[in-house]
């Protein structure tokens, strides 16, 4: 049996974060100030410039309806 491949899971939260801040994907720099705060169930958790960010799947942030589709999934942010 062949060994599984080493491929890191996608982080799809912290993605839709940096794209809704403007950050392009080969901007290393301002990428690495984006800090992983943790998870709360299925909410994932960022600080960015001293503001804290709530990412989930669309529908798991009450209240918020405004929605980014990535990676053929539609996902909420809020500050």
Do not use: C, H
């Not at 080969?26 to 709360?40: A, F, H, P, T, Y």
């Not at 960010?53 to 209240?63: D, E, I, K």
């Amino acid at each position: 049996m062949k060994a599984p491949f080493n491929i890191q899971a996608i982080n799809n939260e912290l993605e839709v974060l940096a794209i809704s801040l403007g950050i392009a994907d080969d901007n290393d720099q301002e990428r690495s100030k984006i800090e992983v705060l943790g998870e709360q169930g299925v909410i994932r958790k960022f600080k960015y410039n001293d503001e804290v960010y709530s990412v989930a799947r669309m529908g798991l942030l009450p209240g918020v309806k405004t929605a980014i589709e990535f990676n053929s999934s539609w996902y909420t942010i809020q500050k």
